[in-house]
């Protein structure tokens, strides 16, 4: 069975993000989603409430044409990425690629990821063109100012902004 | 009546922006120069303060050839940038490009601005090659070492960092 | 009046294209779609083939929303594409932006441009994101193979591709 | 069982499509090696010599430590790629990335693949660092002036090199 | 004597960085290393520490084959990198280039440095491709989480890390 | 006394390489400009003409400020760079870099000499920013069309094209 880890903040997890793990789905029998949970990093969405988030969005259908939500796993974790894929029986890790500045940042972590761990390789899926610009950061910022987010992200993640947004 | 919308923060602006400025004038009938007000992202200048160092620097003629000032108006705003482009008629949205870097940047910017309001387009001019490396970021590194931004800022831009500088 | 020239090799006209050609008509009173001749670039279609295909799709609505095909000139150009702008009365040129590796051709024309006649500037408009990888030569290549190129370039252009590849 | 279908030119193959072959071999259970016969590209090798060659690559055990040289079929194919990867089976296209301006042309056919053949997806693999600057064209021309291709190529490769440099 | 100045953070150095010192020292008479003390970039090692382990790093003999390690200084400096220059009579500024993301922020630095003084120009070596993706930044982060930086940085760069990671 | 090699086609020299060329100078104790002189590559100017025009140009004084004219040789070679560096007696290759396509490809090219002769190493200098648009295939097609190029390319090369032109 090929295990694959598809590692990020998923501050919230964005359409595109949804499109990458399907196409996964089509490659592997199993796709574990990790959170990353680093404090450090000041998310916006506490770590539980990303992979609550995630869970939803998978059951809530918007994964798309790719069924496949039950071959998913999502869990949290901090550290060295290998040591997630390790943890969670993962040969590959999955990375989606938008743009250049994604492909530099994604060369490096891949070349250092093989370093630390030669017997897991990372695996690049191209995000579909119409999400192409939407970034979890972008996202953020269009919804703080009130802006409509449909069709950037799934549902769930829309309620849990507007959420954190009326308790600020 | 074509207007058009040139947002950024301009802490402070440079002569980069007025090449940019003066290449707009020449394509719409008024621009609007719109100063981001966000204090979330801690601008040296005050935001009045950014508005009167453009009003100073259109007035002192440094706009160059592009005889136009008096086709511009300067504007604050918070929030999104097509609701600014809207509260200020405008139908179009400026934008300077100098590097790659900025290219994908303002591609995502401009993708996700016609996501939100499809009525208004973004239009792009090149930077001139001897601005080309001029930024505000690199502006202000300079002038808080004392090194000298002659030929890379206005006049009033360069007087006030050294009022923000003699006050620290 | 403000008039733009949009000049490229339109061999054939796509999607991207007429994007980038309705995105201009909101800010120009006048787009002069020129077409380069050149026969040193052995082009697929004929100069002649090429201006029938860019008309026959204005004139079938194939420009979507921007209301504007009567605004818009059809010419053949060889030279210098800032002596075609002057011959023209443009004061404007026009280009789309896909991706990086235009944006660095783009920049080195335009400043090249302006520098053989600096009363000309380059205008940019970012190509809608679906269109984005559509390419002329990419559509004359899946085309060959007998591909489907529907969606990618307007009807006439289709029809012309397919009449030169029942002659060859 | 997960086929891939590795599409290219491969005149000749190098050590860098050897590392990312091994590397496609750990994620799907058969990898087709598809030569691009097209003659219009004007390739050095024939593609029955770059075939016979691949073949040797494999089984003089340069594939390195991926043991699956038996789980790899090589074939020649013209027209579109799509449709050589439906013909053989194969619903995932496999490429790997070595820089930027790989990275852009791979996202232009990827998408106009995915357009094509929505069933088909591409799966991007790095290429190790030190392949990273490899490619087929260098090779050649390093080889046509009798340089070192040690290292670069698989020795079957460098006697094809070898041979029809003799020839000429 | 051509005398150049290798300015950086080196918090801390790198085998990359040395690479580089290397062939910078093929070139010049003397390469002075500079050290940017700049307190408001929040290091992670204190100015004195990066020099004593650089100093430490170059006894040890890790500068590999260019035999140099004799016409080496090391310096600390705050303020403007052309200052430094020429208060330690350099007439060259020595940088590493791996990935695009440098060459544009290099580009703009060296463009800028030659505005402020002409007389001092920027020279470019590439890092070897083994260390291409290897960045201070990413080693601290690795390190962090108890990861093993053999290989990416110098022994003594690794206890100093370990120094401060327990310490905290 | 170090010796630089400085290769290229020069179909003709632009004065981006002559700005090059001066930074080297004041570098290294004796540039080598090298002249491709493989006819493959079908050069507009015959190789003994630009090697001509190159020392018409150095004689002319137009290599600015950097006197240094008498420091340097300029030859013919063809085959593989590091072997001309080698016949030359040149330790370093200069190479100069304007845009993010010349990086790509001068990393490339870095990184395989290095491989074929790791005692040459190459040296990379920053075109001034009012020649980083400056090419000499852009320069041939402005002047095929009969435009500018005065500040492009110094006179001798302006004077050659003519020449050439008009024989045609």
């Given at each position: 069975m090929k295990v694959a880890l598809y590692p990020g903040?998923?501050?919230?997890?964005t359409n595109g993000h949804l499109d990458v793990l399907g196409r996964a789905l089509a490659v592997f029998d199993r796709v574990v989603v990790a959170v990353?949970?680093?404090p450090r990093k000041s998310p916006l969405l506490a770590a539980a409430t990303r992979v609550e988030v995630i869970r939803a969005s998978l059951q809530g259908g918007?994964?798309?044409?790719?069924?496949?939500?039950?071959r998913v796993d999502v869990v949290t974790f901090d550290g060295l990425t290998v040591e997630a894929a390790r943890a969670n029986g993962a040969s590959s890790i999955v990375r989606g690629l938008r743009a250049i500045s994604d492909f530099e940042t994604e060369m490096q972590l891949a070349h250092n990821n093989r370093r630390l761990a030669p017997e897991i390789d990372t695996v690049f899926f191209m995000t579909e063109a119409e999400y192409g610009y939407v970034s979890s950061t972008l996202v953020k910022e269009i919804a703080s100012f009130g802006g409509d987010v449909t069709g950037m992200i799934p549902a769930p993640a829309a309620a849990a902004l507007r959420e954190v947004s009326g308790s600020r």
């Open positions: 903040s998923f501050d919230p997890i990353l949970a680093n918007e994964l798309g044409s790719a069924a496949g939500a039950d």
